[in-house]
């Protein structure tokens, strides 16, 4: 467990749960998976875990904590937990959205979340009818939608998204994300700010042009708005190989990034890549089955990255 690092990856910090977000954490459970690590681990801020794990000199159980994309719901609920336990944590923004936006992906959510019907027609985007008559199987079809329209070029997907919306007559939320005056308040709160391109597209899928446009535009607006580095950035999607390659890493090294992560399962050690550093991801409902991942991670061999 000495000179490994577990990082964990969150999006959203929910006021209730949500059948159609399992993988978001509510409030109350953030916060005592929070006190659990405060009590269990060592935790550390990306960075300084990071520049100690290269030199050495991380203590066994070390944790870092990072969020995903930048929702209001990390500034509102997660910042309060955080300082209740005095712990610190990367919140990687994608500034595309910030300021009233909405990623494609909430608006395919929202939807379905506020669909009255038994059944919807989603001939538009080439699925056919879809069951929406019990919570399962209204969970199953909206993962049919966020799967078929993944890794369809940006513009391209969020049309599809806001197609849905319309069909259903959606009224669409424009406060999931931070604005701006939020991000700064994070980042002077001690919150580390990371970058996660502009308009979070899956790297692999636009040419080299654009995914250094997303990549280093995300950096400079976020260096602007708070007049300080960013030097931690988070791949969109993450997975080696599928979303991001070779190219990318470079991209991003070139770019100035002291440091990046993935979504390569398990903890980073001391020879892994500093720029695809992988992390887990905390889904588990009680404090037992969460330590037991966590301290898992320190185990597991190191996942497949891109050379």
Same mark, same amino acid.
């Given at each position: ?15 209730? #749960? ?12 953030? /916060? ?16 300084? @875990?990071? &520049?100690?794990? *290269? ?6 159980? $070390? ?15 997660? +910042? ?6 005095? =712990?610190?944590?990367? =919140? ?9 936006? &909405? ?26 009818? =879809? ?10 079809? +909206? ?13 391209? *997907? ?5 197609? +849905?919306?319309?069909?259903? @007559? ?37 040419? /080299? ?26 791949? #969109? ?17 070139? $770019? ?9 399962? @398990?903890?980073?050690? &001391? ?21 037991? *991942? ?14």
């Amino acid at each position: 467990m000495r000179n490994r690092l577990a990082i964990l990856m969150y999006h959203r910090v929910l006021n209730a #749960p949500d059948v159609l977000r399992p993988w978001d954490v509510t409030a109350d459970m953030f /916060d005592w998976q929070v006190r659990c690590l405060s009590r269990w681990f060592n935790v550390f801020s990306l960075g300084e @875990g990071v &520049r100690r794990l *290269r030199e050495g000199t991380l203590p066994s159980r $070390a944790v870092s904590i990072t969020f995903d994309d930048g929702y209001a719901d990390n500034y509102e609920l997660a +910042l309060p937990v955080l300082q209740r336990y005095g =712990v610190s944590a990367t =919140v990687f923004v994608a500034p595309g959205y910030i300021n009233g936006g &909405r990623m494609w992906n909430d608006t395919v959510i929202e939807s379905f979340n506020s669909a009255t019907t038994d059944f919807l027609a989603l001939d538009s985007i080439g699925l056919g009818r =879809v069951d929406l008559s019990n919570s399962k199987s209204r969970f199953e079809a +909206l993962m049919k939608v966020i799967t078929s329209l993944k890794y369809l070029p940006p513009d391209e *997907r969020a049309r599809k998204a806001d197609s +849905l919306a319309a069909s259903i @007559g959606t009224k669409l939320p424009n406060n999931l994300m931070m604005t701006n005056e939020q991000v700064i308040e994070l980042h002077r709160s001690g919150v580390e700010i990371g970058a996660h391109t502009v308009n979070h597209p899956i790297l692999a899928k636009v040419d /080299d042009a654009s995914a250094r446009k997303e990549i280093i535009d995300s950096k400079l607006y976020l260096e602007n708005l708070l007049a300080a580095p960013v030097t931690t950035f988070a791949f #969109p999607n993450g997975r080696p190989h599928k979303d991001y390659g070779a190219t990318h890493v470079k991209i991003v090294r070139d $770019a100035g990034f002291k440091l990046a992560v993935s979504t390569a399962w @398990g903890s980073a050690s &001391r020879t892994m890549d500093i720029h695809q550093l992988p992390r887990i991801a905390p889904w588990d409902q009680t404090p037992l089955r969460f330590t037991y *991942r966590v301290m898992r991670s320190f185990f597991e061999s190191d996942p497949a990255l891109v050379s």
